[in-house]
């Protein structure tokens, strides 16, 4: 008479756990960068309008020496009293950075980007506006520019 086997061995549900453990180990790290990366492109939205707004003022001035603190105003946009983790936006006089910072880790940030910032440095040329994006948070986290 034959044996037939009924179920799997030991070693090879040890495989299979070995197995999802690797990919755990990597997937796990990779969420949740992801769901930072999610939660930093709010400011990203928040700050489309004066990105916007600064690229027409570079095409009609030429540049931003012109800048001034009446019209960083106008352009500042106010932060939605639903914001998950922008605490406060910024425009700087003469040379248009936009400059947002985060909330703290007890106001909803992640712990990563908590109370760091991250900035859009325009270029005016006759091409356009450019934009350059760099901060206080880690790199891997920058937002498209």
Sequence with gaps: MKN??????????????????????????????YTIKAKISEATSLTSQPRLDLGVFCSDNGGFTALTGATTTNLTPAVPAGAKVVNTIAVANTTGAITVTFKSAANGAPAAIAGLNVVWTPTCTTAGTTWGVTGSIPSKYYPKP
């Design 4 to 33: 037939v086997q009924k179920g799997f061995t030991l070693i090879e549900l040890m495989i299979v756990v070995a197995i999802i453990g690797i990919l755990a180990a990597v997937a796990i790290p990779a969420y949740q960068d």
